[in-house]
């Protein structure tokens, strides 16, 4: 049975920072593009970063330069460390599979005073 399980989720101030992890097991995924996606509350989920076999990383305009997206493929698991926190970046942070095919269940991070 193929599972991503994310942790590393939780309440932090604005201006801080978590660092989540996403495990996958049944499978190696290190040849897969994977990315890292968020669902705020009452929204639709978006695309926060992605990641090729390689290690090039891509991320939206919103969160370029506080979100860093890395992997290591020797532990299947790929990460995301999110600096600079907003009250707008509270929100489920999933991991997937670049093919959209195997999802985590998430993690949630949220950032208040």
């Known amino acids: 049975q193929v599972q991503l399980v994310e942790s590393g989720g939780g309440l932090v101030q604005p201006g801080g920072s978590l660092r989540l992890s996403c495990t996958a097991s049944g499978r190696s995924f290190s040849a897969d593009n994977m990315a890292w996606y968020r669902r705020p509350p009452g929204k639709a989920r978006e695309w926060v970063a992605s990641?090729?076999?390689?290690?090039?990383?891509y991320y939206p305009d919103s969160v370029k330069g506080r979100f860093t997206i890395s992997r290591d493929n020797a532990k299947n698991t790929v990460f995301l460390q999110l600096n600079s926190l907003k009250v707008d970046d509270t929100a489920v942070y999933l991991c997937?599979?670049?093919?959209?095919?195997?999802w985590g269940q998430g993690t949630q991070v949220t950032v208040s005073s």
């Open positions: 990641i090729t076999p390689s290690g090039s990383a």
């Open positions: 997937g599979s670049g093919d959209g095919h195997y």
